[in-house]
C-alpha cells in the first residue's frame, strides 16, 4: 500500500503498488476454496481459463478507481485498511470487465482476444478432441463461454458488494456496481439491434451510436469507477456525479477511437483486425457519417452482398471524410470531459492524471 501523500508521491510509483495489491486481491479470490467446487471435474478447467482472461489487461477501470478515491480521501489515503477497501473495488472492476467481454465475444462470434484463444474457443477446440461436430463444437463454446462470464460476474458483484463494511458507502457503491451492470447489458443489445441495419433497416445515427457505446462500454469502464471510487472516499453525491459525467464523455471518446482504430488502425499495434468491423456490418461513427455520401452508402450495401471488398469500402470511408469526422467528434468529447473536470476541486496530482488520460485517449494507437 501506499505510504506517502499524493503530493510526495511518483503518481507512476503509487500506481505502481497499487496495481500490485489488486493483482493479489484477484490472486486471493481465485485461489480461495470458497470459490471452487471440487465435485465438479470440469469447474476447475473452466476456473484455471477465466483467471487467465482476468490476467494481462491495462487495468483502466481499477487505475480510475483509484484516481477518484485518492481524489476525494483526503488523511485516508495514507490509511492501510481504507486503501484495501479500493483495492477489492477496483479488483471487482477488472474482474466484471473480464466478465462482459466473455459474454461479448459469445455475442460478436469472436474466437481471439488480445491475440490468445478466448475461453468458449479454448471448449471449442475440447469438443472437437472429443469427436463433436464442428457446429456442436461451437454450440459447447459459446454455451461455456455464457457460464464462465457469469461466473465473473457473481465474482465482480462479490468484490463490489464486501468491499466496505461501512453500510452508507458501501449501498452506494454497490447500487453504482449493478446499474453499471445494467447499462451494460442494455447496451450490449443496442449494439446487436443496430447492426441489423445491414439486413435493410435504416442506418442509426452518430448519436444513436454514442448512445449506444455510452451504455455498452463508457458507464462500466469510466463512469462507474470514477463514481464509485469517489463515494466510498466519501465524496459528496454532486462531486462524484459531476467526476462520472467527465467519465462517460471521456469513456464515449475512448470508444469513438476505438472504432476508428477498429477501421484504419495497425493490427501489430492493435491486436486485432482492421476488416472485422466493416465486414460484420459493425454500425459505428465512421459508417453512420459515411452513410450520408451516395457513393459510402452502395459501397456498404454492396460489401453487406458479399459484392465487393472491405478494402474498396474503407477506400470510400477515406474518401467521405469519415475517419476526420470522427476524431473531431472524439475531440468535443474530451474537450467537454476537460470542462466539467475543471469544476471539481480535484488535487493537483489527481487532475494531472486525468489530463494525460484525456491526451491518451486521443493520441493512442492500440
Not at 467446487?37 to 483509484?66: A, C, E, N, Y
Not at 443496430?194 to 452518430?206: C, D, F, K, M, N
Not at 459505428?284 to 478494402?311: F, N, Y
Request: charged share 25%; glycine share 8%.
Amino acid at each position: 500500500m501506499t505510504s506517502e501523500t499524493d503530493t510526495a508521491a511518483d503518481p507512476t510509483a503509487v500506481w505502481d503498488v497499487f496495481r500490485a495489491a489488486v493483482d493479489r486481491e484477484l490472486d486471493e479470490f481465485f485461489d480461495s476454496p470458497r470459490n471452487r467446487v471440487p465435485s465438479s471435474p470440469g469447474f476447475p478447467v473452466m476456473w484455471d481459463r477465466i483467471r487467465h482472461q482476468v490476467v494481462g489487461g491495462k487495468l483502466i477501470r481499477p487505475r480510475l478507481t483509484h484516481i477518484a478515491w485518492r481524489s476525494f480521501a483526503g488523511e485516508s489515503s495514507t490509511d492501510s485498511g481504507r486503501e484495501a477497501e479500493c483495492v477489492r473495488l477496483a479488483a471487482s472492476f477488472e474482474m466484471l470487465h473480464a466478465a462482459l467481454i466473455v459474454h461479448d465475444d459469445v455475442v460478436d462470434r469472436d474466437w481471439r482476444r488480445r491475440g490468445r484463444p478466448t475461453v468458449g474457443e479454448l471448449f471449442r477446440r475440447d469438443a472437437v478432441q472429443a469427436g463433436a461436430p464442428e457446429g456442436e463444437a461451437e454450440h459447447a463454446g459459446e454455451s461455456a463461454a455464457i457460464l464462465a462470464g457469469d461466473l465473473l460476474l457473481a465474482g465482480a458483484l462479490r468484490l463490489a458488494t464486501t468491499c466496505t463494511e461501512d453500510p452508507g458507502r458501501g449501498r452506494a457503491v454497490a447500487d453504482v456496481v449493478f446499474e453499471a451492470v445494467t447499462a451494460s447489458a442494455a447496451g450490449e443489445l443496442d449494439d446487436l439491434l443496430l447492426s441489423l441495419h445491414r439486413y435493410g433497416a435504416e442506418h442509426p445515427g452518430v448519436q444513436d451510436i454514442l448512445d449506444m457505446e455510452r451504455l455498452k462500454t463508457a458507464t462500466y469502464s469510466f463512469e462507474a469507477p470514477l463514481r464509485a471510487g469517489a463515494l466510498l472516499a466519501g465524496a459528496p453525491e454532486e462531486q462524484a456525479q459531476r467526476l462520472a459525467r467527465a467519465g462517460a464523455q471521456l469513456g464515449v471518446a475512448y470508444q469513438v477511437v476505438d472504432d476508428v482504430l477498429g477501421t484504419f488502425g495497425a493490427p501489430e499495434l492493435t491486436g486485432k483486425s482492421v476488416d472485422a468491423d466493416l465486414n460484420s456490418g459493425k454500425a459505428t461513427v465512421l459508417t453512420a457519417h459515411g452513410m450520408q455520401t451516395p457513393a459510402v452508402r452502395e459501397v456498404l450495401a454492396e460489401l453487406a452482398a458479399g459484392r465487393t471488398t472491405v478494402a474498396s469500402a474503407r477506400a470510400a470511408l477515406t474518401t467521405s471524410g469519415a475517419q476526420e469526422a470522427a476524431v473531431a467528434v472524439a475531440t468535443d468529447l474530451v474537450d467537454r470531459a476537460r470542462a466539467t473536470l475543471d469544476g471539481l476541486p480535484l488535487p493537483a496530482a489527481q487532475r494531472a492524471e486525468l489530463d494525460a488520460l484525456c491526451h491518451h485517449v486521443l493520441n493512442r494507437d492500440s
